[in-house]
């Protein structure tokens, strides 16, 4: 079993950063990819990043490409997402969840809570 809970979210102004963390519980962290995944009002759930079980593959969505990135601390059981460069349309909740598989969609069967991340225009 793992337990995820975000924290780091707030309100920003556009073009500002902010730092999600994720902390796990369960002495099998070391052992999933990690994705972080965000939901604006009104809209699907969308993929954001991805990061392996080892830190050293990680994907994006195009739409963050350049502006985020993903990173984790095994020894803290926590993952990370750092976001420069924040837009009014990065307004959304983000999930942080655990995947057995490095994949963008399929197979994340752990969920945090949520933090939601509003940036002002």
């Known amino acids: 079993q793992l337990q995820l809970a975000e924290s780091g979210g707030g ?7 902010l730092r999600l963390s994720c ?4 002495r099998t962290f070391s ?4 994705g972080w995944f965000r939901q604006a009002p009104g ?3 969308e993929f954001v990043a991805v990061i392996s079980w080892s830190g050293g593959s990680t994907l994006y969505a195009d739409s963050v490409t350049g502006r985020f990135a993903i990173s984790r ?11 420069n460069s924040l837009e009014p349309e990065d307004t959304a909740v983000y999930y942080c969840a655990a995947n057995r598989r490095f994949t963008t969609t399929l ?8 933090t939601q991340v509003t940036v002002s225009s």
């Open 43 to 45: 809209k699907e759930r």
């Open 107 to 114: 197979g994340y069967g752990y969920w945090g809570q949520g």
């Open 11 to 17: 309100l920003v102004q556009a073009g500002g950063s």
């Open 73 to 83: 601390d095994n020894a803290k059981n926590t993952v990370y997402l750092q976001m």
């Open 31 to 34: 052992s999933y990819a990690m």
């Open 23 to 26: 902390a796990a519980s369960g």
